[in-house]
C-alpha cells in the first residue's frame, strides 16, 4: 500500500480545481456525454447486468460530473443522489436534472450516513483517489447490508505497442491543460494505471465480497464509434478498460 505524502491536501485540491477548469466544455468531449438511443443504451444494459432492477433503491453517484451517469440511472428507475466535488460540474448537473440531489463533497470522504445508501456507482474516478484503500472502507461504511458498489474505470497510463502509436496521430490537449494532467497523475495512487485486478484486490481488503470484473464494452464501443471517428475508437478498444461490481456482506457490521 502506497504511504500518503504530506501533500494529499494540495493534491486533493489540484484535483478539484482541475475538473472545475474542464466543467464548461466536459460534455463536449466524447466519452463523457452519453448521447441518447444506441450508447445510452448500451450504457443502461451494462449497469442492470451488475445492478440488476432498480426498485427505487437509493444509489450515489460518485464524482458525478455533469450528471450523465446520474441521469442514466434515474432512467432505471434509482433514486439518485449525486456527489462531486467541483461546484461547476453540480452546477451544470443541477440544471440537467433539477429533480436529483447534488451534494458537494470529496468522494473519499462523503459525509453520508453509514448504511444509508443501496448502491454506489462511479465512471472514471478510480484512477485518481489519492488514498483508494480509505476511500472504498469509505464506500464500504455508506453502503447498507447487501448494497451493490459499481466501478466503471480503465487504466489509462500502460498501453500497448498499438495503443501508442494511434495516439501518437490523435491530437492533444492544450499544453496547459496536459500539464496539469501529468502534474496530478504523477501524484495519485495508481500513477502507473489503474488495473482491474489490484482495484478488486483492495476492494476485497476493504470488505467487499464478490467481486466481478466485466471487461464486455463492445456494445458501448460501436455506438460511440460515430462520435469518436476511426482512430480514437480504435484507441478506446485497445485501452484496458473494465467495470468491477462487489458488494457488503449482509452479516457485515454497519
Known amino acids: 500500500m502506497h504511504s500518503l505524502p504530506q501533500s494529499n491536501r494540495d493534491l ?10 474542464r466543467a464548461a466544455t466536459f460534455d463536449n468531449d466524447p466519452g463523457h456525454k452519453i448521447a441518447d438511443g444506441a450508447e445510452m443504451a448500451a450504457w443502461r444494459k451494462l449497469f442492470a447486468r451488475h445492478l440488476g432492477q432498480a426498485n427505487g433503491r437509493r444509489l450515489l453517484d460518485l464524482a458525478s460530473g455533469t450528471g450523465e451517469i446520474s441521469r442514466l440511472c434515474q432512467g432505471l428507475g434509482f433514486e439518485v443522489t449525486g456527489l462531486d466535488w467541483a461546484e461547476p460540474m453540480l452546477e451544470r448537473a443541477r440544471a440537467k436534472l433539477p429533480g436529483v440531489a447534488f451534494l458537494q463533497a470529496d468522494a473519499e470522504r462523503t459525509m453520508l450516513p453509514d ?27 455508506v453502503l447498507a447490508p447487501g ?5 466503471v474505470d480503465g ?9 501508442r502509436r494511434i495516439a501518437g496521430l490523435l491530437p492533444v490537449r492544450p499544453e496547459g491543460q496536459m500539464s496539469r494532467h501529468r502534474d496530478i497523475l504523477a501524484r495519485v495512487h495508481f500513477s502507473q494505471g489503474a488495473r482491474a485486478d489490484e482495484v478488486a ?11 466481478r470484473i466485466d471487461t464486455r464494452f463492445g ?8 462520435q469518436f471517428g476511426l482512430l480514437r475508437s480504435l484507441l478506446r478498444r485497445s485501452e484496458h478498460r473494465y467495470a468491477i461490481s462487489a458488494r457488503k456482506g449482509v452479516a457485515s457490521t454497519v
Do not use: C, K
Open 155 to 163: 487504466d489509462f497510463v500502460r498501453r500497448g505497442w498499438l495503443a
Open 147 to 151: 448494497g451493490v458498489l459499481l466501478i
Open 201 to 211: 484486490r483492495l476492494l476485497h481488503q476493504a470488505g467487499f465480497v464478490e467481486p
Open 115 to 141: 448504511g444509508s445508501m443501496d448502491v454506489i456507482v462511479t465512471r472514471h474516478l478510480v484512477w485518481t483517489l489519492v488514498d483508494p484503500v480509505a476511500a472504498f472502507a469509505e464506500w464500504h461504511r
Open 12 to 21: 486533493r485540491d489540484d484535483i478539484r480545481d482541475y475538473w472545475s477548469d
Open 219 to 226: 456494445a458501448i464501443h460501436r455506438a460511440q464509434a460515430l
